[in-house]
């Protein structure tokens, strides 16, 4: 079965210092994994996201991710951080080998990123 | 502009009352779901919809139910059977559920009991 995991409920950074926020995956072929921020009272805005190619990819606002795929990972990352990236960040993942409820797109827990200034 | 419309913002449930929660979009997307969201435990699917007159059950469905009457709408209805219905509640639709293009999201409604 398909999952995917954020293994930090929480991450706290200095403004202007490099962020990376964490994710796994775990499917059993090739995935599609998506990045999505939320802010306080809202939905979820789409970042970026990984279908096939270049392993490094880059989204909005800065955003970039690593996927690796001996590692099973796919972590967000930023050069330097700004207060107003504060927000709930979700890592997902879908299987795109299979259809029914098991092509369903699986959501992590969430990391909550702290930017202080 | 394009985006998902979710009504109302707050909604408040009496004991035994069902609830319906609105999702409109005007994406053109043909598949629309919907999640809950509670503190610590991510998004959990509730239901889908891949094409108008047609709906899945999610993971977490009991207690809930839908319609897809237009492509446009695909209204949530909390029922009595729900009986931990607090949450915040989140609709989002994409062009093909089985596509790899991304989820797009309203901006919730929240649902409290009184």
């Known amino acids: 079965a398909q999952s995917v995991a954020q293994p930090e409920d929480q991450v706290n950074v200095a403004e202007g210092n490099p962020l990376t926020v964490k994710c796994t995956y775990s499917?059993?072929?090739?995935?599609?994994l998506f990045w999505y921020v939320q802010y306080p009272n809202r939905g979820l805005q789409f970042l970026l996201k990984?279908?096939?190619?270049?392993?490094l990819v880059k989204g909005s606002y800065g955003f970039e991710a690593e996927f690796n795929k001996s590692q099973t990972s796919f972590h967000l990352k930023k050069p330097s951080a700004l207060v107003s990236d504060s927000a709930l960040y979700f890592c997902a993942v879908r299987d795109p080998f299979y259809g029914g409820s098991q092509g369903n797109l699986i959501f992590g827990k969430g990391t909550k990123l702290s930017v202080k200034p | 502009d394009g985006g998902i419309t979710q009504s109302p913002k707050y909604l408040f449930r009496k004991e035994g009352q069902n609830v319906t929660l609105s999702c409109e979009q005007n994406l053109n997307h043909d598949a629309m779901y919907w999640y809950r969201q509670d503190p610590g435990q991510g998004l959990r699917l509730i239901y889908y919809s891949q094409i108008v007159n047609d709906f899945q059950k999610g993971d977490i469905a009991e207690g809930y139910s839908v319609s897809r009457e237009k492509k446009e709408s695909f209204p949530l209805t909390v029922t009595s059977a729900q009986k931990n219905p607090t949450a915040f509640y989140l609709c989002?639709?994409?062009?093909?559920?089985?596509?790899?293009?991304?989820?797009?999201f309203g901006d919730g409604t929240r649902l409290s009991i009184l």
């Open positions: 989002a639709s994409s062009n093909r559920r089985e596509g790899n293009q991304p989820q797009h």
């Open positions: 990984y279908i096939t190619g270049d392993n």
């Open positions: 499917v059993s072929g090739n995935p599609y």
